[in-house]
DNA sequence: ACCTGAACACCGTTCAAGT
DNA sequence: ACCTGAACACCGTTCAAGT
């Protein structure tokens, strides 16, 4: 599933090739198990070979970084901010859904390359296009936070992994349920109520989209309405802004 | 500043000894640089004596994890739900700040762990008893996600790197601020409305607490509002709500 | 200009042995 | 019951050499 590139010899490498290879290779096995010499045996070459075209494995990630954002798709602005932000938020959701590593290597990548920045730039001119002061701009900015690349900000990460992994029969799970309620029973009696099978607490049956466009339709919202009230950061903090002419 | 701990050489190890050791080493030299080699070195003993006291790193990490909970502080849920959530995760950020590898550990850990389930579970109960639908108190603790633990959605992590650590004379970093406007303006249309000083983009002179409490604020109203109307998810996302009898 | 080989200073973890 | 020593199968990266 994963040795099928480049058996022939001599092809050549390039940064291209490098960054590539190491996206789907990040795919197929995990970025915990991506190495600079896994990579290499990949390509078919000895692992000094890639420092040629990646200085070290930071810039590799950084590289395997611009290959996902390429995949985002263009900045449609012309719309309302609104439905503008939603959409391309949205879009980067899409583009990073089937790379469950991008998450963890953007927010671990503290140098941020240009074309980070000018993803990021592209939300600031929504904004600012929409009409919104630099000032709330600015704020607004760090509250969609991560969200702006489509990341949820996990909690529940693994649905299925809560506590130990009950291998065992029905009846040792149904004990383990009992006991999850009797330590948590608020976390039981909200999963009681969205439990689409009883298996586990939250996180289990959830729809990950729902929930993500929950949060992000209610940041949009509090946004609108700071704007609306031409709120600005003098005052300190959202919901002691005082309304100015709301519709 | 890291080798002052156990000089002494019989104190016999315990698993508590061995976490609060990895707690302040990881804080003394970052988590990337712990390991149990090290951990070992640091406790005076060879690196196969920890895995009488832990199973494994990830075990080790678990702890450590448990190590912070203990100290953010009790449930304080007899107030209104407001304050006390927003007291809580004011306190949890606060517990957590001296600690900035605990973000990246805490959103790695797959199975979570009892500590970590009642932390949560508090939370529940303060929107459970707060009068929230299960179904609302649900979405609404996705919504909260890490913000739940105090952390950001960063998005500037590093204030001062961006791009290119500019070790040059001025005037080379002032070239770079022209490349920056040219090629982000409406990055830099922010930052120059809120720069405290000009030297970089959006990150430099924010106030991570106001930008933390901001985005609270912003998403504890949207909340309050979806209570007050009685927000149910069959009619799905927040904006989508048909207000009912609002105030 | 690009790739190779050998080496260095690290990892986490197993297994068999010591006290 | 707890700790040790040696070993295994890995890392990222440097340096000097090959074509």
Redesign the interface.
Known sequence: MTAEREASPRVRLNRDRVLLAAVSLADAIGIEALSMRRLAQELGVVPMALYKHVANKEELLDGMVEVIIAKIGPDESDAEWKPAVRRRVLSARHALARHPWAR?VI??????T?AV??Y??????M??TGGF???L???V????????WG????????PA?????VAGPPEARAALMEQ?AA?????A??A???AHDGAT??GQG?DDQ??F???L???????ER?HREQWT?GI?????ATPVAAD
Chains 1, 2 share one sequence.
């Open positions: 963890r927010e671990s990548r503290t140098t941020q240009p920045l000018s990021m730039d592209s939300f600031a001119g904004f600012l002061s630099a000032d701009a600015h704020h900015m760090h509250a969609l936070g991560g969200r702006m990341f949820t900000q996990e909690l529940f990460v693994d992994a809560t506590a130990e992994p999850m330590h948590y029973p608020h976390i009696a909200i009681a109520s969205s607490v939250v959830c729902f929930e466009e929950f949060a339709d209610l940041l949009l919202d509090g946004f700071l950061s300190s903090g959202p919901s002691r």
